[in-house]
């Protein structure tokens, strides 16, 4: 249970951070959409650790293998699967773990829960498992800009007190990707990377906050009540290892405003079109899309794992002390920005099926069977 | 699409502000749960508009009546249906919204997403939506305190600027429902009536912070990975009206610490149990709740219908200006707070039957009839 | 659980054959098409009891309200939801079957799951639930006539021994109304109400067989593996009250014939459609819609409550005896033919959005806006 | 889409006949099953091609990999994935098929539905597919026999006109495997195998029917109203390749009856249980199981795959022939029978799950922790 994501364009991972591999299938793919491994794997190698300095030494290539739903190059409308086998495993630095629960880490819960955990890694709460969910992402991406030039672009927006000022209707993936720290403005980025440097010398970790913009997307996506869009972004995001918070447009701060102040005005714009003078909504109105660009911001709270001692207690329920050995990540938030871009991508993506679906068929006799065709 | 919530606990609503009424399907209750029309009424109360001099004047008896499901007192495990009927529906305020859209309202959207929209208030968008749910979460909450004793208590954390001070372990419903804007800090509650009193006055809105406490939760609820506990409270939550942001445990502010700063160390208590020595995770942990208290924050902006003028667009896409005239509240925050506790029981109970259902089950033979039979 | 039906065309039914009322929820309608109250009860008339000698005498007017999702005679894409009200409730009927369970009904199946039950008729499990499911597909039955041009038709194929030849492909509406059995062979018709006739006088019945076709069904709908559309069809149709077997195309007769007999042969006709020249697949191959007639063939037992005595137990474990007195229909499958129709109408519909959400989306990019704008 | 089955224990297949393999992903397997490799060898085995020689001579071993959700011999309680990799693929022998339709095949509406198809054999559409419902069908199997000593008992019931007369009460799994027709009654198997060899010699192929008992399914599983047992498992086997009819206990020769004839008249038994004096239900009333046997059958139509000459169109819309070289079944009833016992296995763990979730959660407090706890 809990392992599938999506409604019409369904999303399902599995796998462990040890053991045979991670993957996903996707089912509900739009058929005939040119897809290749290479595109996939450019956005595995934006999330997979040993890419730089401030993230995790664990050396995984994450080498994805389409398995189905894809021939000739081009998807077939059945399930895709994708596998990323699991090399670089190193147990040994778990059997510590196998016994002492990690402070802040789901060792202890699924424990409590299934009454067995793979003790080798996180298991299934790994970050690994985002895996599937960025080589899924990688795809709904690719639709969403065939079907309506969506662009989607996560950047860090803070890193513990460091917060940039990034313009987020201009803001482009190479600007992103111009540094190790995925923040675009290139003086904070500078301070970013010392602080998570060092942060990584002290045995300490730090979080932050990855905010993303979706532009170009269609008005007329989410679906009121439960599906509104903000909320299936929430979910979305808050479903990524290490979130504790979500914002959509104005967000907690907008709290602090009258409704004067806060709401959006109507004006119509030199092409005719309905548009709003601010976008304190971000992008979204009673959970449908207005046109205007979707803005969103996680936060993730600084690394469970760290090298200091801390006070824990073991399996078997005697108070101890535990000072990671394994590989981990001082600040998991550079590798976060294209999870976000993917779960981002995900609902979109959904919720611009389901959308088509309900409210694009034209209900006219006649128009019918070349509405439908392929 | 999308008017569903929960897996196993599942709630469908219906109905628009105008018509002939709003109602709620559950499907999925334990069956021989004692309940009444009375107890669902109760909490349909505290939702209710008309009740203080802080909430919309609309007269709404929002009286329920349960349709199905429920037989000589008890549940049948069938759908429980319930009807509430809508009353002082006063179309005549909305005919100027019927051509002008109300600025960061829904009336755009769904003109957008639809070709058609019911403007006689908010239709669908309208918080009167609401009330399936609050009564949906009647139910869940007494699943919840007879299957394990689980307390839930929301109250307004804040109101604009002016932020109380609370306890989540210690407060109780009769502080929260001492006052009518629902701050358990009666000191705290005077300034915020006073506040929004003023803002009603000054034909403005403001907004607010609410936070919801679940005490006594078993460990174990919640599931990998997309559907991890702080997932579907998000989702939950951020699918209300007026929500702008989402928090559990320590939230935004929580990456302004470092890991050692901010990891929960354990500890064994007294009666032999695991416990964390602090509570930055909000009771959840890789998605499973630890047994500790689950803390949550939700932004609600200031309300959007403001009866100061303001520039918006026709229908037909003419630029013109707006002064809302019909009754809405200055504040939804103090009317949220029902609303808050409904989303987090329907999603701790839907959690707890999940769960039981997957790992309740004993996989030894013969355990077996006395184990399923009611 | 086990009330919704539909993946993109949800229906959720709710509601005992006494108590409040019967009804349905009907989310994911295709916005904007025109519906009335009218139209509605035109397929509930053919449903309700009371309508000729050969059915139960029970006296209701199954008079519907659309209690919301129609504004101005047409869907706003929210939730419609249907209130039909008990009236001709005898719950004096049921004194004795509050204690005895009636032999082949769903008395004892659902103490034995719940522990409880509506034992005032025959609660959830009685027919009256279908009266949800016959609002749904009128809805389902007009998309599909305006999108697509489908038409559905269902009628009497066998009573008992009975057996009528009938042509699928031509035959209509008016001949299956024009007589109460709904067998469109006139001599068949009256020789079948004869039996039910001489039955109901025995206080005995008596049962038989549904064929219910689908003409004009685009090629495409369905979706493999487990939602092929004869599994969907399959699924619904067996959902149905005492229904015991289904078939597609050549059915169990199909078994008996070589591949070679067997195959529906392809050419091309007139239009240059790909066409089989034989329709043994009944519309379907490999799950998907083939554009042929579909034909499903649905065997109904004879009605469980009967007046003649039969041995049984009570709740309380004695053995007794039981002879019905409340009211019952000696043949239901006269007015199971309504209930078949709807049912395909609902897989279809859903099968029918889906397709279009998932390969009705345009890939090129420029081409968005329109394509999705409704 | 349409790729998923079940509710709480939830299958995922993906995989073409030709390609990197083919897979399923079982979400919602309750934790510390003890499971391996070998015990899911098993009923692969009898599902796999080259067996005898009255099946495909294809050569796979289908050897399956768990991938995840398995940890040193027991389920975790997370995504169990399982792979088989294809083998024996000569596509050399569809180059035919690439361009001609097969007659009954699902290649023209693959077609129709997404523009495109894996050519290379059925895709998507070949029984191989199957596997992963197999696969996952030996862990639904053992859940149920270790949860309630449920036994599954599939078997050739049907060869054409030769029929067997079998015993469901008493049949037993090695009496089903002692000859590779897998039909109990060894005269009879005699017969149907010389008549598919015969049959294959012709280069024709012949269909059957498989029937298939549950014994000691505990009573109260299945929901209502369209989750009946009967629905799920109709929908379930209607989904295998092939199918063409579905009945379950009388099926439609119970249509001839009278109801004083057909009704299962109840008895207190020997141990104070409630039990029907016949079967004519087939364990399952008003939609949930009443603990009699569950009995099912399944229309299987001949092998489309004929090496009989046909006529039939190529993609592009010319009329020709095809005589199939590739390797097929000559009759797919054997190999079917693992398969039906997979799908009644997957619908009734899906159901005994989702029971427990609603229906066995003790609503008392202070009996929670316990009832919760693994």
Redesign the interface.
Known sequence: ?????G??F?V?????SH?????V?I???????EISEAEIQQELDRRRPGQSKIVTPRRESDSC?????V?EG????????I?VRNQDARSQDYNEIAVK?R????D???D???????WQG????SAR?TIGRVAAGAIAKK?L?????VEIVGYVK?I??IEAIVDPNTVTLEQVESNIVRCPNPECAERMIDLIDQ?RRDK??????VECVARNV???????????L???????V??L?A??????????A???????????????DEN?E?R??TN???G????????ENIIIRV????????G?E????TQT???TTLAAKGRHDPCVVPRAVPMVEAMMALVLCDR??????????????????A????
């Open positions: 249970m809990g392992n599938t994501f409604h019409l369904r399902t991972t599995f796998g462990e053991g045979g591999g991670i993957g299938v089912d509900g793919c739009p058929p005939r959409l293998e389409i398995l189905s739903g021939f081009k998807t077939l409308g059945t399930p895709i699967a596998l629960y402070p802040s880490h789901a202890a819960t699924y409590a829960k299934y009454g067995i955990r793979n996180g298991g299934r709460s498992e639709i800009k065939l079907a309506a030039g803070r513990k007190d942060t300490d970790s730090i979080g932050g906050v269609p008005k007329g996506l989410g679906d009121p009540v439960f599906d509104k903000e909320a299936e972004l929430a979910k979305g808050m479903s290892p979130s504790k918070g979500f914002e959509i447009g104005s967000g907690f907008g709290t602090l405003l009258t409704g004067s102040e806060h709401n959006d005005e109507y004006y119509i005719g309905i709003t003078a304190r909504s971000g979204v109105q009673g959970g449908i899309s207005n046109g936060a993730f709270k600084p690394t469970a794992t760290i200091k801390q006070r824990t207690v329920g005697e108070e611009l099926l389901c959308h088509h679906g309900q409210c694009g068929l034209p209900l006219a006799l006649n128009q019918n069977l509405a439908i065709a392929p």
